[in-house]
Structures are given as structure tokens and as C-alpha cells.
């Protein structure tokens, strides 16, 4: 399948390997969590996953989302930033990114992770794919155009 034409809701098996490099997850402060990711934490008990994001409600105020007890207060959430519940900061890289063998790394709540996390391809978007330094859109980029992407199921993707 074309790099261009591909679905957000696809199967691993159709789209590029993700090389494991960590830099998409070392990119900055645009990670959010959506409502359904608040209500799963709170519905699964992950006090560990909320205390990493605060919450802009309806009423003007932030709060930390460890405070949103039940589902029902999500209804104020406006939006939510992942910020440093010790220093008040955005993050630069995601607290639950993890160093594996070599230069790999994977995510400490991938099974729970945010939608924006999930749904995010760098591949997919061509050239601008690199201001993340993905090497796979890196190497994308060496055996196709923009015009016409070739497909990647070869494991050396080239």
C-alpha cells in the first residue's frame, strides 16, 4: 500500500516497521491525552499514567488529572497538556519512554498509550516526517518521491 493512501486505523502488517528509535517520542509538549484515554485510566486505575497531564477545564482551571476521580468530571475537561507534576513544565521527552537494547527504546505504557500516540505515523507524512529525525522517514525518503512513494514491506525498506 502506498505511503500516501495509508489509513490511520490499519494493521501494523500494513504500514513500515517502526524502527524503535525514540525520537518521535522525544519531540516536545504536543502530547495530550483525549477523553476516552482519561476514562480508560480512570476506569483501569492508573493514578501512575494520570499524575503525568493536567487538565484546562470549563470553569478556567487547571488540575492535575490524578483529581478527576470519575468519569463524570471529565465532562469540564477542555483540553490536556502533558506537563512535569514537579517542575510545572512541558515535557521534551515522554516520561514513559524507555532505553532498551542498543540505541532502541519502547513505551512503558504502550498497551495503555494515548490515542495520539497510537494514531501517530511519521512516514505518513512525507518530507515534513523528518523535522522528527525518524531514520525510517529518513530512509523512506531515499527510495521514493513525494509524488509517487513506493511501498515498504522489505525489511530493508530500500
Not at 487538565?55 to 471529565?74: F, K, P, Q, R, W
Amino acid at each position: 500500500m502506498p505511503i500516501h493512501a495509508m489509513n490511520l486505523d490499519q494493521t501494523i502488517s500494513e504500514h513500515p516497521v517502526c524502527l524503535r528509535c525514540g525520537k518521535c517520542c522525544r519531540y516536545g509538549p504536543s502530547i495530550n491525552a483525549s477523553h476516552e484515554d482519561l476514562i480508560r485510566w480512570i476506569r483501569d486505575e492508573r493514578p501512575d499514567i494520570l499524575h503525568f497531564f493536567e487538565a484546562y477545564c470549563s470553569d478556567g482551571t487547571y488540575v492535575n488529572c490524578t483529581e478527576l476521580i470519575n468519569t463524570n468530571a471529565i465532562s469540564c475537561v477542555l483540553w490536556t497538556d502533558m506537563i512535569n507534576p514537579k517542575t510545572g513544565d512541558y515535557y521534551t521527552d515522554c516520561p514513559f519512554l524507555r532505553s532498551s537494547e542498543g540505541d532502541t527504546w519502547f513505551c512503558a505504557i504502550h498497551l495503555t498509550r494515548p490515542a495520539i500516540c497510537v494514531r501517530f505515523r511519521p512516514w505518513e507524512w512525507g518530507v515534513k516526517g523528518l523535522f522528527f529525525a525518524c531514520p525510517l522517514v529518513d530512509k523512506i525518503n531515499v527510495c521514493g518521491s513525494d509524488s509517487s512513494p513506493p511501498n515498504y514491506h522489505e525489511k530493508d525498506y530500500c
